[in-house]
C-alpha cells in the first residue's frame, strides 16, 4: 500500500504541475489580445471609411478639388503668354507715359517762363 500510496501522491504532484503549466491563463490573455484586435480593426475600418468619404465624396471631395485646381492650373499655363503679352504692354504704355509726362513739364516750364516774360518784361 506504501507503494501506491507513493504512486498516487506522485500523480498528484504530477497533475498539479500540470495545471500551474497548463496554458488557461495565457489562452485567456491571448483572447483578449484577438478581443482588442477585432476592436482596433473594427475603429480602423471606421476611420477609413471616414477617410474614403472625405476623398471621393462628388461634391467637396479630396479628388474632386485636386481636379478643379488642375484644370485651372491647366488654364493658367495655357493663357501665359497672353497674360505676358499684356504685360509687357502695360510696361510700354508706363514707359510711354512717364516720357509724355516728362515733355508735359518741359512745355508747361517753358509757357511758364514766356508768360511770366511777357509780364514782366514788356
Keep these: 500500500m506504501s ?5 498516487i501522491e506522485k500523480l498528484i504532484l504530477e497533475i498539479s504541475n500540470m495545471r500551474e ?8 490573455r491571448i483572447e ?8 482596433d480593426q473594427k475603429e480602423m475600418k471606421k476611420d ?12 467637396n471631395g479630396l479628388i474632386v478639388e485636386v481636379n478643379k485646381n488642375t ?5 493658367r499655363e495655357s493663357k501665359i503668354q497672353h497674360y505676358d503679352g499684356k504685360v509687357m504692354q502695360f510696361d510700354s504704355l508706363l514707359e510711354w507715359k512717364g516720357t509724355i ?13 514766356i508768360v511770366i516774360k511777357l509780364l514782366f518784361w514788356s
Design 21 to 28: 503549466e497548463l496554458p488557461n491563463g495565457n489562452i485567456i
Design 101 to 113: 509726362t516728362k515733355g508735359l513739364w518741359v512745355i508747361y516750364s517753358a509757357l511758364l517762363g
Design 32 to 39: 483578449q489580445s484577438i478581443n482588442m484586435i477585432r476592436e
Design 71 to 75: 484644370g485651372f492650373r491647366e488654364e
Design 48 to 59: 477609413i471609411r471616414t477617410i474614403q468619404k472625405r476623398l471621393f465624396n462628388p461634391d
Design 3 to 7: 507503494i501506491q500510496k507513493e504512486l
